[in-house]
């Protein structure tokens, strides 16, 4: 009898955001693939409703501590210590031992790859990135092969970590059923991102307030964590009130209503001063929305998007101005929203990964 194919996963600090959404995308396809899966996860993810019973059982929890993150393999020193076994390193982080098997890192954060004062940052965030990408220098030849999603991420992978290649396979399943045409059109636009300061949101709206200053107030919405985004929330608010902008901030919503917000705006608006993907992008795109975004190599690695779309996200009057121009000719517009590289399923991502190690073995 065939042995089960198997794959133990390693990521506990992922409990939020597009890493999350990746993670329960690989745990499901693992799952409608027969294959089994084991690992670690972060302790939030044990009530995880996307998170099934087969899966609850086969992983441990864990806090999203450092040493977590880099010991838990001494809990499953039986199943690491198979020469065959295929573990991924999902979340950045190298394991400062090597395993047996064979192993992928997992890197879905740009900034990690990027000048440590490029973007504009909290004292806190730059430290802990300083901390990882010594970290990751330091450890990342315990793996045998590094993951991203982009060119330009793959590109910056080669250049600094050379001792190891990096693979380049970008993936996410989109399985909302498309219901547009029950959606009658109310915002102009929708900006779904955590409040992290390289998102962007405040040369935002002060293009929107800039925009307000001649009279324009074009409607946005913005999704945002009550728990995670306190201050930029009360910032927003406090421009909301101040100079009368049309802006509506929703707050904790779940996929499915995120869904329903895309379907009844213009445009995805994507201010992000970097990105190693983008999912909204792709989920903007996959709704046939039109897409406003920064003049970045990330955007322009994942969309063919016109000049006229694109505006230089550290300036907000760069801002306004592409978005006044994309409403003044809405209605006589060409459509913007192709991704023009192939994204994966969560299956052939999974697929993928042993496929590289069969080639490996032969």
Not at 27 to 39: H, T, Y
Not at 183 to 193: A, G, L, Q, T, V
């Given at each position: ?14 409990r939020h955001?597009g ?7 690989i ?13 670690n996860?972060?302790?939030t993810l044990?009530s995880n409703p ?15 501590g ?14 690491l ?6 573990v ?11 395993v047996k ?9 740009k ?9 504009k940052?909290?004292?806190?965030t730059?430290l ?14 315990n ?12 590109q ?15 993936f996410f399943?989109?399985?909302y059923q498309n219901?547009?045409s029950n ?11 955590y409040?992290?300061?390289?998102k ?9 307030v ?5 009279g ?11 728990k995670i985004?306190?201050?930029l929330i009360?910032?927003?608010n406090?421009?909301?009130?101040l100079h009368?902008?049309?802006v509506h ?7 499915e209503?995120?869904n329903?917000?895309?379907?009844s705006c ?12 983008g ?5 903007a ?5 039109d ?6 190599d ?10 006229e ?6 300036n ?11 409403l ?7 459509t913007?929203?192709k ?6 399923s ?5 697929k993928?990964?042993f ?8």
């Open positions: 009898m065939t042995q089960k194919k198997a794959i133990y996963i390693n990521a506990p600090n992922i955001g890493g999350l959404m990746l993670l329960e995308t745990l499901e396809s693992i799952n409608s693939l027969n294959f089994s899966a084991k690992g996860l972060n302790h044990e996307n998170i099934d019973k087969i899966h609850r059982k086969s992983f441990e929890f864990s806090e999203s450092f040493s977590n993150y880099i010991f838990p393999y001494l809990r499953n020193n039986d199943l210590n198979d020469p065959e076994q295929i991924l390193f999902f979340g950045n982080l190298p394991p400062v031992i090597k098997g064979i192993s992928f890192l997992y890197i879905h954060s900034l990690i790859l990027e000048p440590t004062f490029k973007h940052l909290t004292l806190a730059r802990k990135l300083i901390f990882e990408k010594f970290f990751i220098f330091i450890f990342y030849k793996v045998d092969y590094i993951v991203v999603q982009t060119p330009s991420m793959q910056l992978s080669s250049q600094i970590l050379k001792k190891r290649p990096t693979i380049e396979i970008p399943d989109f399985n219901k547009q959606y009658k059109i109310e915002y102009d636009f929708f900006y779904p991102s409040g992290y300061t390289y962007n949101h405040k040369n935002l709206i002060k293009g929107l800039l925009l307000a200053q001649k324009i107030f074009p409607n946005l919405v913005i999704a945002l964590d009550s985004d306190t201050e009360q910032y927003i406090n421009k909301i009130n009368k902008l049309n901030l929703i707050l904790d919503e779940n996929s209503q995120m329903d917000y895309y379907l213009k445009a995805l608006v994507w201010p992000s001063l970097t990105e190693s993907f999912i909204p992008l792709v989920e795109s996959r709704h046939r929305k897409i406003l975004a920064s003049d970045l990330y955007i322009h690695d994942i969309l063919e998007i016109k000049k779309y694109c505006f230089d996200p550290n907000p009057l760069s801002i306004a101005e592409c978005l006044n121009n994309y003044s000719q809405y209605e006589n517009k060409e913007n929203h991704i023009k590289i192939k994204i994966f969560g299956k052939e991502f999974i993928k990964l496929l590289v190690v069969s080639r490996r073995t032969i």
